[in-house]
């Protein structure tokens, strides 16, 4: 039976992007660019320190208590997470925020609903970073505590809000309606629980890969930061601004990571 902390850290990133979806209601106007690209920032940083504090050192961890060769699953996990998100990022259509060309294979999607499918797949990671720390926590692999994955799903909720609400207030226009923008940004959240119950239950059946599962996160993630967050956050003016972000969202990720960790 998992307890109430397990429950807690699935549902905190939802809890996240549910939160900043409600931003939705509160602002009348279109955010403005510079709060936009800190807050893009922020996300960044959050996810670049996540990815290594809390997945790709465990994985190293793991790796040599389980007698591995160190490196090698955090290597093929991570270039494998990497490229996963590619043909995932190649394949379904989508569109990014401040772009008007869809990406993946051709369809008749309106934009709202491809913008949706671009912060989906971005959250997928998200869901299954959680879902691997807390399924190596589980089974007390390598140090990993249920204290580290509430540590990583609160850092995840924290750059959720502000995701949830660059996602929503896009959408706001696009639909002409507050309720279903906000429904929107709540549906592309919902993804991030059930992709960390479906890790875990994987990994319970096929433990000896937790540490390739481990690096597989840190690599999609860090194909978010890299194809999606850091472009989106550099492009036009205020990129400094964007860079205070990414510093700001570091640190804090790492901070949460070994004080709770």
């Given at each position: ?26 602002l ?11 807050l893009?920032g ?23 208590e ?29 569109i ?6 869809p ?10 609903t ?23 926590a ?48 709540v ?12 890790t ?62």
């Amino acid at each position: 039976m998992w307890g109430k902390e397990v429950v807690i850290a699935l549902l905190l990133p939802f809890l996240g992007t549910v939160l900043g979806s409600t931003m939705v209601f509160l602002l009348r106007d279109k955010m403005s660019s510079w709060v936009q690209k800190i807050l893009l920032g922020f996300a960044s940083g959050v996810m670049m320190a996540a990815s290594v504090w809390s997945l790709l050192i465990p994985s190293i961890n793991m790796s040599a208590e389980m007698n591995m060769v160190e490196w090698m699953p955090a290597v093929f996990g991570f270039l494998a997470g990497m490229f996963s998100l590619l043909i995932f990022d190649s394949l379904v259509p989508h569109i990014h925020l401040d772009s008007k060309e869809p990406e993946g294979v051709k369809s008749k999607l309106g934009r709202s609903t491809m913008l949706f499918f671009a912060v989906t797949l971005h959250n997928i990671p998200e869901g299954m970073a959680v879902g691997v720390v807390i399924a190596g926590a589980l089974s007390g692999s390598a140090g990993l505590t249920v204290a580290a994955a509430m540590a990583l799903s609160l850092g995840i909720a924290i750059q959720n809000f502000p995701e949830g609400a660059i996602v929503s207030m896009p959408l706001k226009e696009q639909l002409g309606s507050r309720r279903k923008a906000f429904m929107y940004g709540v549906y592309s959240g919902v993804v991030e629980p059930i992709a960390a119950v479906l890790t875990i239950l994987l990994i319970e059946h096929l433990q000896p890969l937790l540490p390739f599962l481990l690096a597989f996160s840190a690599g999609a993630m860090i194909y978010v930061v890299v194809e999606e967050l850091i472009p989106e956050s550099q492009a036009g003016k205020h990129s400094n601004i964007a860079t205070v972000g990414v510093a700001i969202g570091f640190a804090l990720m790492m901070l949460l990571d070994v004080a709770l960790g």
